[in-house]
């Protein structure tokens, strides 16, 4: 066998970084998302249970089956009860209710004014549904700009729907 990477003189490779523009950083703490997120919405766990389910049931109908005999693959099987465990909510009534107890940025707007959710803050604040202003600044910390008090009456609102839902 003859490996260059076993051989006594190996060839010695240098990383070198390359010329990165700093302002291109992604960075979460800013909402700086990067490339792959720039026109996409952030999807909280309910809303891809949503899709999931869907997904099953357009299978099933079709009655497609996989090279394994299985009408759906493990990665699909496995993001499904992922997302079954996670989900705070669920039904596509309860999706669309909380998207409205949230107010979201608008085209332009920026992420500066305090009184509008960044899509991604969203996503965030459904999956982990906190319960208090200090809980949920610490897991998603462009929530700072929100007054405690503010974050708080938008908290109690979605805990107030998840108690109706009774999940």
């Known amino acids: 066998m003859n490996n260059p990477y ?7 490779r ?27 919405l952030p999807m909280s766990y309910p809303e891809a249970l949503l899709l999931l389910e ?14 394994t005999g299985k009408k759906t693959t493990d990665v699909f099987d496995k993001s499904l009860q992922y997302v079954k465990r996670f989900a705070k909510f669920v039904g596509r009534e309860s999706v669309a ?15 500066e004014d305090d009184t509008a959710f960044h899509s991604f803050e969203v996503a965030e604040l459904l ?31 979605l805990n107030a729907l998840r108690q109706r839902m009774q999940i």
């Open 14 to 40: 240098r990383y070198k970084p390359s010329q990165v523009n700093t302002d291109e950083l992604e960075d979460a703490k800013s909402l700086k998302l990067g490339a792959d997120f720039q026109d996409s």
């Open 127 to 157: 999956n982990l549904c906190p319960e208090t202003a200090e809980e949920a600044k610490s897991w998603i910390p462009t929530l700072e700009r929100f007054k405690d008090i503010e974050l708080k009456s938008y908290l109690d609102d």
């Open 6 to 12: 076993l051989a006594a003189e190996a060839p010695i």
């Open 97 to 111: 209710e909380i998207r409205q107890i949230f107010p979201n940025l608008r085209p332009g707007q920026s992420i």
């Open 54 to 67: 869907k997904g099953a049931d357009r299978l099933a109908l079709a009655g497609e089956v996989s090279q």
